[in-house]
């Protein structure tokens, strides 16, 4: 797999992302060998840097971000020697006239036609613009060798999902659109597939008559920081729900798929998106609860409010916190709700998925037994336990709850890949499995139309506040009575 030369282009050069996770995650697949004899990174945005500095510069990300830690003086450089910086608008061009001009010399040079990725790592508004010079350039017209790589948000809401799918798939095939949900590359993530379909003890007890329900949970401990300008017109259900959360659940309630094949597995997920009992606005003011962080202490650090973050409007009504019910409608799920909840500036970061069984039906011991319950923890702590009643030793029947643990510590040796290191090993090989179909993207925003539109008809009235540094405001907790007294957290 690894035959084909690449020229990897990364639209957004300067930006956040280049310098956090593409480039430690580029570097570290090129440690580890995973990249093509052949490659070449093309770096393109505005502004004019000198290409030593600018490469100084990612190196500092690589050893600030990269899993692997500092990175290595000689094995930088043969990296390096491969990136090069292209200053360049992109809404001219001429940028996309000097850009054909490498990638073709490097093409050349590599006697073989390869393939060709274009990461848009850029401010949506760019995104089309990119699209239109890129197809019109010829850049990325080989429809199984050139892939264009397209960043969250895709779109703000259903139309502009729609549109922007419309536009792309206009100019390029469906299977050269990869776009991302950096969720899905995340190992713990892919394992929940592992899981459930390459096991059987848990498959057969996987639905409505033996779970009782399901929380899903991303907590956050970092605030909003420096992407204020972005996020206050955002929000966390367009910025996590939509997304990360949506996928997670796709994962925890699709069907087995017929193979493990990129169409299937998206098939699979979509049906569960589509079966989503759509909210009507009297069940989001029931069901749905948004909040904003006001100031408070996180790890004894004292945090400021989010209407007090920059680029934040003081008045701003945005959530920062959303918990929600959902139902399933289909034979598998019916009447088992998900809760799913996410939220910045909470006590700590914590990303589970609990699956919670129901009670023995017929009771012979005494004590109050706790049902069995699934803990997957996506991050930071790598791990899956199950609880299960235990007898406590000594002369009387007494039980306790106890766990059964797999960690990622104690199970294996390596460390693990990046969500990124996965996603854009996978673009080079074409495979599509962990991105995002246009049905599928277009099928999340229509689950959280209602809530969106049922908020904008009262942007304050159902705002709560959570102080920084907890879990998030009471009805969050409420919403889960009398399924759960509280969310779970791993201690
Ligand atoms: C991004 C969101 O997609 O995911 C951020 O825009 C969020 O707001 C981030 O912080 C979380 O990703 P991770 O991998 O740190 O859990």
Redesign the pocket.
């Given at each position: 797999k690894k035959a084909y030369p690449a020229a990897i282009t990364i639209f957004g050069a300067r930006g956040d992302l280049t310098r956090r996770k593409l480039i430690p995650a580029l570097y570290n697949l090129f440690i580890e060998n995973h990249l093509p004899a052949l490659f070449e990174i093309f770096c393109v945005d505005f502004q004019t840097v000198d290409e030593a500095a600018f490469k100084n510069d990612l190196l500092s990300g690589v050893n600030e971000f990269s899993r692997n830690g500092k990175a290595e003086p000689s094995k930088w450089a043969g990296f390096a020697a491969r990136i090069s910086y292209l200053q360049g608008d992109f809404t001219k061009k001429e940028t996309y006239i000097s850009l054909k001009t490498k990638v073709e010399d490097f093409e050349k040079s590599s006697k073989q036609r390869g393939n060709r990725m274009f990461y848009f790592a850029v401010a949506p508004r760019f995104i089309e613009v990119i699209a239109e010079a890129l197809s019109t350039r010829k850049l990325c017209s080989n429809k199984t060798h050139d892939r264009i790589v397209v960043e969250?948000p895709f779109g703000t809401d259903l139309a502009t999902a729609r549109k922007l799918n419309h536009f792309l798939t206009k100019r390029f095939s469906e299977k050269q659109v990869y776009r991302i949900d950096?969720?899905l590359g995340k190992e713990t993530v892919q394992n929940i597939m592992a899981f459930r379909f390459a096991n059987f003890v848990f498959e057969p007890l996987w639905n409505k008559n033996y779970i009782d329900h399901i929380q899903i949970s991303?907590a956050?401990q970092?605030s909003v920081g420096k992407?204020g300008g972005y996020y206050d017109a955002s929000g966390a259900l367009r910025?996590?729900i939509q997304n990360?959360l949506l996928q997670l659940l796709c994962i925890v309630a699709m069907e087995c798929p017929g193979a493990y094949k990129a169409e299937a597995i998206r098939d699979a997920k979509t049906k569960v998106l589509k079966s989503i009992r759509p909210f009507t606005t009297q069940q989001v003011f029931k069901n749905v609860v948004r909040a904003q962080y006001t100031a408070g202490e996180v790890d004894d650090v004292q945090r400021i409010a989010y209407r007090q973050e920059e680029q934040v409007s003081p008045e701003s009504n945005t959530e920062t916190f959303v918990a929600l019910k959902m139902l399933i409608d289909n034979p598998r799920w019916e009447g088992v709700p998900f809760f799913l909840r996410t939220g910045k500036s909470m006590t700590r970061q914590s990303?589970v998925i609990v699956v919670q069984f129901k009670d023995s039906p017929h009771k012979i011991f005494k004590d109050d037994i706790v049902p069995n319950r699934l803990i997957i923890s996506i991050?930071p702590e790598l791990e899956i336990s199950l609880l299960f009643e235990s007898k406590v030793p000594g002369l009387q029947m007494k039980l306790v709850p106890v766990e059964m643990d797999f960690t990622y510590q104690e199970a294996y040796t390596e460390s693990l890949p990046e969500?990124y290191e996965a996603l854009l090993l996978d673009v080079l090989h074409g495979d599509a499995t962990l991105f995002m179909r246009a049905d599928q993207v277009e099928a999340a925003w229509k689950v959280v139309m209602p809530i969106l539109d049922a908020w904008k008809k009262s942007p304050s009235k159902q705002l709560q506040f959570y102080e920084s540094g907890t879990w998030g405001p009471a009805a969050g907790s409420n919403l889960l009575k009398p399924y759960a007294k509280e969310w779970y957290r791993l201690p």
């Open positions: 969250k950096h969720y991303v956050e970092v992407r910025d996590m990360h990303s991050q969500a």
